[in-house]
């Protein structure tokens, strides 16, 4: 006997076990031990179906009624049948498995056919993002001198006087434009200085046509009595030919200190039909005279840079 209670046999005598073990009653998969007690309907499984390494030995203590218990392990396939030749736990009967499919041998492959019309152009995709700018390139050769510009202007002047002051005491007040007169130095002749209400309050141009007039004064005062946060504006006017061309003003305000000092300036063209254009420069009115130590709005460093910029035709 085997350590499983089971006596080897000879192969010869595989077919006479098989008959006999076929002819014996259907046999009932044992309940588990957990559910002894209650009664189960039968559940046959045949030999032929069975599974492999069913325990032959009998528990009585296992015996629900009548069924005779049997434990089953892993179920088989068909066909497989738990026999034991010579000493072998459990035996099963080997089956031929088919040979592998031959494949038949590829063919050549044949010539490649014509290429096909190249589609439309598919739609151009979003844009990318703007790349770094790349490094600064060396500077290239220098190119070629250019054509010889224009002459300087043939006819121009400036006025200066840096020492002259006017002494503003009242509205509509013409400025002295250069006590000096003109510097032959800083003109190229022909322009006039002359008095109509006020010593030298008249430049008269050399010609007509268009001109470049570039005009900057200070003004200022001294404080009497001062209240600080009052404001003033005065206005300053440019005549040409006896007409308002041109005004200055500026709002300001009383501060801290002793003195008020601005300086303005202004650049414009300017265009006269007369032979002889006369330019002027006065105060029209905006200043509290009261607020000055001495009652008068102080004008200086008048600067006046004119030059022809063009004949009329």
């Not at 600064?136 to 510009?149: A, D, H, I, S, V």
């Not at 300001?252 to 003195?259: F, L, M, Q, Y």
């Amino acid at each position: 006997m085997s350590k499983n209670n089971f006596m080897s046999i000879d192969n010869d005598d595989y077919e006479t076990h098989l008959k006999m073990l076929q002819s014996k009653p259907e046999y009932i998969i044992e309940p588990k031990r957990s559910e002894i007690g209650k009664t189960y309907p039968g559940k046959y499984i045949t030999p032929v179906t069975t599974t492999r390494g069913i325990e032959a030995n009998l528990r009585p203590v296992n015996n629900i009624g009548c069924y005779k218990p049997i434990k089953v392990s892993k179920p088989i396939q068909e066909n497989n049948c738990c026999i034991y030749p010579k000493g072998n736990p459990c035996y099963i009967k080997p089956k031929h498995h088919p040979c592998p499919p031959s494949y038949c041998p590829t063919g050549p492959t044949g010539p490649h056919g014509e290429t096909g019309p190249q589609g439309d152009t598919g739609p151009r995709g979003p844009r990318g993002k703007d790349g770094c700018y790349g490094p600064r390139g060396p500077p290239g050769l220098e190119g070629q001198e250019g054509p010889q510009g224009p002459l300087a202007p043939q006819v121009w002047i400036q006025l200066y006087d840096r020492n002259y002051i006017n002494e503003i005491s009242s509205d509509m007040s013409f400025l002295n434009l250069s006590n000096d007169g003109i510097n032959p130095i800083y003109t190229t002749g022909g322009f006039e200085l002359t008095t109509t209400t006020t010593t030298n309050d008249t430049l008269i141009l050399k010609n007509n046509g268009y001109w470049d007039i570039n005009i900057s004064f200070k003004y200022g005062f001294d404080y009497a009595t001062p209240t600080f946060g009052d404001s003033f504006t005065p206005v300053f006017e440019v005549l040409l030919d006896n007409n308002v061309f041109y005004t200055f003003s500026n709002t300001d305000s009383i501060h801290n200190g002793n003195t008020f000092l601005k300086t303005i300036s202004s650049n414009f063209l300017l265009f006269s039909n007369n032979k002889k254009p006369k330019l002027k420069i006065r105060f029209v009115d905006g200043f509290n005279f009261s607020y000055s130590e001495d009652n008068t709005l102080k004008v200086f460093d008048i600067i006046i840079n004119i030059q022809k910029f063009k004949k009329k035709n």
